[in-house]
């Protein structure tokens, strides 16, 4: 871990300074930077039921965040399949999937992680798409134009939206 070196200008405190306020910022800072790196899609260790027990990222998810993910058409989009009563103003939920009140009880934290990961490890022929996934897929095309994709595809939501997802999912308890 970093060490802190800088005192700040007239902090003495019976004759000891003390450390600036920056200096801990800073060096908590870079402590956070040289934590682990999120696990890559292909990296990702699917019990045999298909929950993922380890947090993608080591950092704690968000739960307001995750709520923002799942509402939102242009992330997880979770809504235009699941119900979610918890989030009243988003109009034109889905009925596809289960509702997903309740989803906390139901399922472990690492349950989630690995559905809302990848749906098809524990639930064989879902329609539900692998939102931490960047390859085996079956003909990915090019925005709607029926040719190939140029690049390789990269996951549908990075490592720390899907923790910030599965904390929201959590909460919801019946």
Known sequence: MARAVGFSKGMSVGGRMKVSVFALVASVGFGAAAHAADVAPGDVV??????????????????????????????????ACHQVSALPDIPFQGEIGPMLDGAGDRWTEAELRGIVANAKMLFEGTMMPAFYKDSGYIRPGKGYTGKAA?????????????????????TLKD
């Not at 993608?56 to 998810?61: A, I, K, Q, R």
């Open 46 to 79: 699917y019990d045999e039921y298909g929950a993922v027990e380890q947090s993608l990222t080591g950092t704690p998810g968000n739960p307001e965040e995750g709520a923002k993910i799942v509402g939102s058409k242009k992330l997880g989009n979770c809504i």
């Open 150 to 170: 140029d690049d390789t595809l990269g996951p549908i939501l990075a490592a720390q939206q899907i923790e910030d997802v599965v904390a929201y999912l959590a």
